[in-house]
């Protein structure tokens, strides 16, 4: 009778096998997290040292999208292993409003990102998934490398309207308004008689920044001429109701009503007339209620 050989190898490596599966069943990951800090000045002061950016996370207490960015979003490992480069902040609004106000905070939450110094390089408003953060903070930082090679080329191209005016709108876009209101202004300058095709949009950049950054009567005086010096313009009609919203913001109800009554003689059928004769009610009401 032949004796049946075993294969040794085999029984081996299964046993090795099982033996490290079971090893591993054993082993605890740890679990990435982000480091907070409170203090934006603290943040600032750490992120000058390695040349980080900075990331500040302004939160509510009260607010449940400001709960889940903290309880889900900042716990994602994607997202943890994105932010580690930063130096992050978490602002409580309420406990910290003078800094929520130094950035315009109003929505919750709104995650600021910054440089080393505290300069606003981008944001994001509300709650997010992982993926959709982590690829918007990706933007962000890319975007900031080009605004550094924007700065570095308007060294010799500060008197090229076409580089000033796209440098404008990339700050515009970021926030950094008073940064953007030079370079329209300068482009405007540079081709005062409107020959390079520069001036109209930079005209209408400068009334559509003032706008944005709260100067609503400046605003208001720059769309109204953006409207009559550019009639043929698509963005006339748009101009010239902005021109009243904005007086109207900024307290001047008389002028704002004298500028929905232009628009009516000149767009009788246009595409905000329903608003614009709503309004005009609306403001004659309250007048009336208020004599």
């Known amino acids: 009778m032949t004796r049946q050989i075993v294969p040794i190898i085999p ?25 907070w800090l409170t203090s934006l000045a603290h943040a600032e002061s750490i992120a000058q ?28 490992p994607d997202v943890v292993d994105s932010l ?8 409580d609004v309420e406990e910290n409003p003078q800094t929520a106000s130094e950035f315009g905070i109003s929505v919750y939450p709104t995650i600021v990102i910054t440089d080393s110094y505290g300069r606003e390089i981008g944001r994001m408003t509300g709650y997010y998934s992982s993926g959709t953060f982590v690829q918007r903070l990706s933007e962000i930082r890319h ?9 570095k080329q308007e060294e010799t191209q500060q008197d090229d309207p076409y580089f000033l005016l796209a440098f404008g709108k990339l700050l515009l876009e970021i926030g950094m308004y008073d940064g953007a209101l030079i370079r329209f202004d300068r482009a405007a ?16 950049s400068l009334a559509e920044t ?6 609503y009567r400046e605003a208001g005086r720059r769309f109204r001429f953006f409207a009559s010096s550019y009639p043929g313009d698509k963005r006339a009609e748009t101009s010239l109701l902005l021109a009243a919203l904005c007086y109207q913001k ?12 232009d628009y009516l003689e000149e767009y009788p059928d246009g595409v905000y007339d ?18």
Request: charge should be neutral.
């Open 84 to 91: 580690g480069e930063f130096v992050c902040v978490r602002i």
């Open 274 to 291: 329903g608003f614009v004769r709503a309004t005009l009610k609306k403001l004659a009401m309250e007048q009336k209620d208020a004599g």
């Open 49 to 76: 040292e390695d040349g980080n950016d900075i990331l500040v996370s302004f939160e509510a207490p009260w607010c449940p999208w400001s709960r889940l960015v903290r309880d889900s979003l900042y716990l994602a």
């Open 189 to 204: 300058g540079i081709d005062k008689d409107g020959t390079l095709g520069v001036l109209e949009e930079a005209t209408y």
């Open 11 to 35: 029984i081996i490596c299964l046993l090795v096998l099982s033996n490290c599966g079971h090893e591993r069943s054993d082993v605890t990951v740890e679990q990435k997290e982000i480091r």
């Open 250 to 261: 900024a307290g001047y109800e008389k002028v704002a009503k004298r500028i929905y009554r």
């Open 210 to 215: 003032y706008m944005l950054s709260g100067k």
């Open 143 to 151: 975007r900031r490398d080009i605004l550094a090679e924007m700065f």
